[in-house]
């Protein structure tokens, strides 16, 4: 592989998953996964990738899941300048001859069709653990690999995608270098699902849906929608079609113009809702999950979770609408009526990316609910009334009032609590980056300063050599 041109205009962490895909592919490992999170270019990385084969006379394909994915991805290679076809029959953009194409892995495989290519995109990784894609790559024994996604937490191996993975930044560290925006969250009453059955790894939509269209949770999410989030244009994520249309029903009839799209909704149709919401004349957008991937929608601040779910990668995609940059927009605001929060944590908070696959995504620390004024909260003694419950546990900012809204939000909290927070986070990056122990140390300090730091961070934890001061073996 030679190297990859036009990285002047790219962001600096870009630059560098540039560098580190060209070093694995030099190094023989022909199989790559970029992750990088919702919103923070992984397009920009991969049409490098695909315009720098085809300046070499290499062909490449992208290859995603269904039609409406194909759309998708065309638009996003139209705006990113790339010459390209779509190996779709009768499509508007049939190109055979270009060196780029755009392909349905289904469409593949149902008609045995296997076009030339040097170089393979995987966009949605996380959705390419089925046959259909163990047979893809079957097919391209010779090819190079790039798969990506914002979620490498499936439960099955994505390993006959990627022999290694590429990470260049964490969402925290995008936030603060301004890149992406965090959220602010809010937890109403959690749904009792404690009857509800799991079936494939989440809870049953049907048994789901009866808790969830109850009209108290409706009328819920239209209040707090009007109390926080007041003219944030939103999207809802329901449980299903008939959910997401009486959501929608009662945001109209409480006045608060609301659109319900669905599977079914023709194309021109859903831009066009797209466009209103854009613009201001719908302020709600429901739908169940055609809004989780391949669409880009900065104006976007304010994501309402009205399906509960036991899939860290749904709940990740779903807020991962609201991250982008967008004019005038600091944040966005996460109103959480499923739960979500609470079962996964926050969006910030640090898990490493797998491609051995996996059962469960555990949280930085456990949940708690207390049991004297049932807030919801992570560590041994409640925010909100005092209550101690666990003399081993850490402190955390996650607040749950029954009831009402409380915003989740760790920015007003003692700094014993964020520090701590951000040395666990630190230890998981430094096990995946295989950091010295030396660098979480003079991390803290430059975000905490030394007296914090020697406070807080246990000196067993330091090597020697930077006790007696010695600060060149970082």
Not at 132 to 153: G, I, Q, R
Not at 304 to 325: D, E, V
Not at 451 to 468: A, H, M, S
Request: glycine share 6%; hydrophobic share 40%.
């Amino acid at each position: 592989m030679s190297c990859f041109v036009d990285t002047f205009n790219l962001r600096p962490y870009q630059v560098d998953a540039l560098d580190q895909i060209k070093s694995h592919y030099r190094r023989g490992n022909k199989k790559v996964l970029l992750h990088l999170s919702t919103g923070s270019g992984k397009t920009v990385i991969f049409s490098h990738v695909m315009r720098e084969s085809a300046l070499k006379a290499k062909r490449s394909i992208m290859v995603v899941r269904g039609r409406h994915l194909v759309n998708q991805a065309a638009d996003r290679l139209l705006k990113a300048g790339i010459y390209f076809g779509v190996h779709m029959a009768g499509h508007k953009l049939h190109r055979p001859l270009a060196p780029i194409q755009i392909c349905s892995v289904d469409t593949l495989r149902a008609r045995n069709i296997r076009p030339p290519a040097d170089i393979v995109i995987i966009d949605e990784a996380h959705q390419a653990t089925s046959k259909s894609y163990l047979d893809l790559v079957a097919n391209y024994p010779d090819a190079y690999f790039l798969a990506v996604t914002a979620t490498p937490f499936t439960k099955r191996p994505l390993n006959h995608l990627a022999e290694v993975i590429v990470s260049p930044i964490t969402f925290s560290e995008l936030v603060e270098q301004g890149y992406l925006v965090d959220a602010r969250y809010y937890a109403p009453d959690i749904p009792n699902l404690e009857n509800v059955k799991v079936t494939g790894g989440d809870y049953c939509a049907v048994q789901l849906a009866d808790i969830m269209e109850n009209n108290a949770l409706v009328g819920n999410m239209v209040e707090h929608y009007l109390k926080i989030a007041s003219d944030r244009p939103a999207i809802c994520f329901a449980v299903n079609i008939e959910h997401s249309e009486m959501i929608c029903d009662r945001f109209n009839s409480d006045g608060v113009p609301c659109e319900h799209m669905e599977a079914g909704t023709p194309e021109i149709e859903r831009n066009a809702i797209l466009e209103r919401l854009r613009t201001g004349i719908t302020k709600v957008v429901t739908n169940v999950g055609i809004l989780c991937t391949g669409v880009d929608l900065p104006h976007v601040s304010c994501i309402i979770m009205a399906r509960p779910t036991k899939s860290y990668i749904l709940y990740i995609q779903q807020a991962g609408r609201g991250t982008r940059l967008f004019e005038n927009k600091n944040d966005f605001i996460l109103l959480d009526h499923a739960g979500n929060s609470l079962r996964h944590g926050m969006i910030s908070d640090y898990k490493r990316p797998n491609i051995a696959g996996q059962t469960r995504i555990e949280l930085l620390r456990p949940v708690r609910q207390c049991e004297q004024c049932f807030a919801v909260y992570y560590g041994a003694t409640c925010p909100a009334c005092g209550a101690y419950a666990d003399p081993g546990a850490l402190e955390r900012e996650i607040l749950h009032f029954k009831g009402r809204l409380t915003e989740l939000d760790m920015k007003n909290l003692p700094v014993s609590i964020r520090i701590k927070r951000r040395i666990n986070e630190l230890k998981e990056i430094k096990r995946e980056k295989k950091y010295k122990r030396g660098w979480i140390y003079y991390k803290l300090i430059d975000e905490y300063g030394e007296e914090l730091t020697n406070l807080y961070f246990p000196k067993l934890e330091v090597p020697p050599w930077i006790l007696r001061g010695s600060k060149n073996r970082t």
